[in-house]
């Protein structure tokens, strides 16, 4: 390009008002393009702001399963008091006939995606061109670090995607052998059968909240039933947001297979353990499990790819782990921003008819109350988790003031569809595995 040229482009930052509009009437004719588009876009995707309030409406209302048309969307706009920020009804009713399909809708995403890019290009741009004309920025390595960091979202822009071990099991055969191994169950399975009795498994159409205190399990027993799960032959979808597939994949085949997982990463075991080891890796992945490598995840794009996973491949379960690493609207306080994402979650449960297991925190334990046990007041940021969960139960662990042992422990605390009640049992650390106590089972 000339030096001319380059003078006479436009400042104006790139946009495509008409693509937002038409994505935007593509939503109210079909809001399953919601699945399609979520992935690609999001609120702050829009230029045109009364478009973004527009589209955070329409995410909201979709992960409510509420109706995505003129009607519904105006009455949301008007509970939020946006209505008239974005136009009013007139507004609605434009874009609302902006396109007559909803064909396209993918491609108006593409085009909002390119120009938000470039947008993001531009600013990146600037806020470079500042450290050659600040003669504070002296140190050329600190200069060339800072701008690697700044650099580093635009060649991570495209959407994360799930990585999915194949070998899917058969439908039939997966709900033959559970019901044999648990004649009475409703659900799926979980480890523990003191749990199943309680819960009657992980049932279809329920939000089930696992929580406890920082390194105390959480993600192990998700784990645990993960493998569980897919064991028996049912495609299971797991969110990881707080550790990389390779890290679950690791975790998973010591559990399995017995062995120390710190020994394995700092390459302490024998070669005959090693070989175990890689081989336990290798059956877990022709395993149904979809493992959904995410990072900055938002509830949107767990719903989206659960949703796909749903729809593709038969998943009968879906795992969230965890829900306080979530990436949540910035325009909402953090009790509302995980409200709003459990919300969208029971929809999940609710629209697909499958169990959600979703790991949660606790407060960290206060010294002065270190003998009692985590009651429903102790979800963190706990917003609507109780509420919109059908179960709550918590992993506890504390040291025997006698013996000195460590004591690990599982607690119902809510249950709209049976008893609560709690249990203790046996955990391995070096394995991450929970074990039932005999006299319990």
Same mark, same amino acid.
């Given at each position: 390009m000339s030096s001319s040229k380059r003078d006479t482009v436009s400042m104006t930052p790139p946009h495509d008002t008409d693509a937002e509009r038409a994505l935007l009437g593509s939503i109210m004719l079909d809001p399953k393009v919601m699945d399609t588009v979520a992935d690609l876009v999001h609120a702050d995707s829009f230029y045109r702001k009364s478009h973004s309030t527009i589209y955070l409406s329409m995410a909201l209302m979709y992960a409510k399963s509420i109706p995505i048309d003129l009607v519904s969307l105006k009455d949301h706009l008007t509970?939020?008091?946006?209505?008239?920020?974005?136009?009013?009804?007139?507004y609605l009713l434009e874009i609302a006939s902006a396109v007559p399909t909803s064909h396209n809708a993918k491609r108006y995403a593409e085009i909002i995606t390119r120009a938000t890019l470039l947008r993001q290009v531009a600013k990146t741009g600037s806020e470079i061109a500042r450290y050659g004309y600040? !003669?504070?920025?002296?140190?050329?390595?600190? @200069?060339?670090?800072? %701008?690697?960091?700044?650099l580093t979202p635009l060649h991570s822009h495209s959407p994360d995607t799930i990585a999915t071990l194949p070998e899917e099991a058969d439908k039939l055969y997966a709900t033959l052998y559970r019901q044999h191994e648990n004649p009475s169950l409703l659900g799926l399975p979980t480890t523990l059968t003191p749990l199943n009795n309680m819960l009657d498994g992980l049932v279809p159409g329920r939000l089930i909240i696992c929580a406890a205190r920082p390194s105390v399990g959480k993600s192990a027993f998700l784990e645990n039933v993960t493998l569980h799960v897919a064991e028996t032959g049912t495609p299971v979808y797991l969110a990881c947001i707080e550790q990389t597939v390779q890290d679950v994949l690791l975790r998973m085949a010591c559990s399995k297979a017995l062995y120390d997982s710190h020994k394995a990463k700092q390459g302490l075991l024998l070669p005959h353990e090693l070989t175990e080891l890689m081989d336990t890796i290798y059956d877990i992945t022709k395993l149904p499990i979809i493992f959904d490598d995410l990072y900055n995840a938002t509830p949107d794009r767990i719903m989206s790819h659960a949703s796909r996973a749903i729809r593709r491949d038969n998943v009968g379960l879906v795992l969230i782990d965890h829900l306080h690493i979530l990436t949540l609207d910035a325009r909402l306080n953090r009790n509302d921003g995980l409200g709003e994402a459990t919300k969208a979650f029971k929809g999940l449960a609710k629209q697909h008819d499958v169990p959600v297991l979703a790991a949660s925190q606790l407060r960290r334990a206060d010294p002065k109350a270190s003998s009692r046990e985590p009651d429903?007041?102790?979800? +963190?940021?706990?917003g609507n988790i109780e509420q919109d969960a059908d179960q709550v139960f918590f @992993?506890? +662990?504390?040291?025997? !003031?006698?013996?000195?042992? @460590? @004591?690990?422990?599982? %607690?119902?605390?809510?249950? +709209?569809?049976? !008893? %609560?009640g709690e249990f203790p049992v046996d955990y391995s650390g070096p394995h991450t595995r929970f074990y039932q106590i005999a006299q319990y089972t």
């Amino acid at each position: 390009m000339s030096s001319s040229k380059r003078d006479t482009v436009s400042m104006t930052p790139p946009h495509d008002t008409d693509a937002e509009r038409a994505l935007l009437g593509s939503i109210m004719l079909d809001p399953k393009v919601m699945d399609t588009v979520a992935d690609l876009v999001h609120a702050d995707s829009f230029y045109r702001k009364s478009h973004s309030t527009i589209y955070l409406s329409m995410a909201l209302m979709y992960a409510k399963s509420i109706p995505i048309d003129l009607v519904s969307l105006k009455d949301h706009l008007t509970t939020t008091g946006d209505l008239d920020a974005v136009g009013g009804t007139a507004y609605l009713l434009e874009i609302a006939s902006a396109v007559p399909t909803s064909h396209n809708a993918k491609r108006y995403a593409e085009i909002i995606t390119r120009a938000t890019l470039l947008r993001q290009v531009a600013k990146t741009g600037s806020e470079i061109a500042r450290y050659g004309y600040d !003669p504070a920025h002296t140190e050329v390595d600190a @200069i060339l670090s800072d %701008i690697e960091s700044m650099l580093t979202p635009l060649h991570s822009h495209s959407p994360d995607t799930i990585a999915t071990l194949p070998e899917e099991a058969d439908k039939l055969y997966a709900t033959l052998y559970r019901q044999h191994e648990n004649p009475s169950l409703l659900g799926l399975p979980t480890t523990l059968t003191p749990l199943n009795n309680m819960l009657d498994g992980l049932v279809p159409g329920r939000l089930i909240i696992c929580a406890a205190r920082p390194s105390v399990g959480k993600s192990a027993f998700l784990e645990n039933v993960t493998l569980h799960v897919a064991e028996t032959g049912t495609p299971v979808y797991l969110a990881c947001i707080e550790q990389t597939v390779q890290d679950v994949l690791l975790r998973m085949a010591c559990s399995k297979a017995l062995y120390d997982s710190h020994k394995a990463k700092q390459g302490l075991l024998l070669p005959h353990e090693l070989t175990e080891l890689m081989d336990t890796i290798y059956d877990i992945t022709k395993l149904p499990i979809i493992f959904d490598d995410l990072y900055n995840a938002t509830p949107d794009r767990i719903m989206s790819h659960a949703s796909r996973a749903i729809r593709r491949d038969n998943v009968g379960l879906v795992l969230i782990d965890h829900l306080h690493i979530l990436t949540l609207d910035a325009r909402l306080n953090r009790n509302d921003g995980l409200g709003e994402a459990t919300k969208a979650f029971k929809g999940l449960a609710k629209q697909h008819d499958v169990p959600v297991l979703a790991a949660s925190q606790l407060r960290r334990a206060d010294p002065k109350a270190s003998s009692r046990e985590p009651d429903l007041q102790d979800l +963190r940021d706990s917003g609507n988790i109780e509420q919109d969960a059908d179960q709550v139960f918590f @992993i506890d +662990r504390r040291t025997d !003031p006698e013996t000195g042992r @460590i @004591i690990h422990k599982f %607690i119902c605390a809510k249950n +709209r569809h049976g !008893p %609560i009640g709690e249990f203790p049992v046996d955990y391995s650390g070096p394995h991450t595995r929970f074990y039932q106590i005999a006299q319990y089972t």
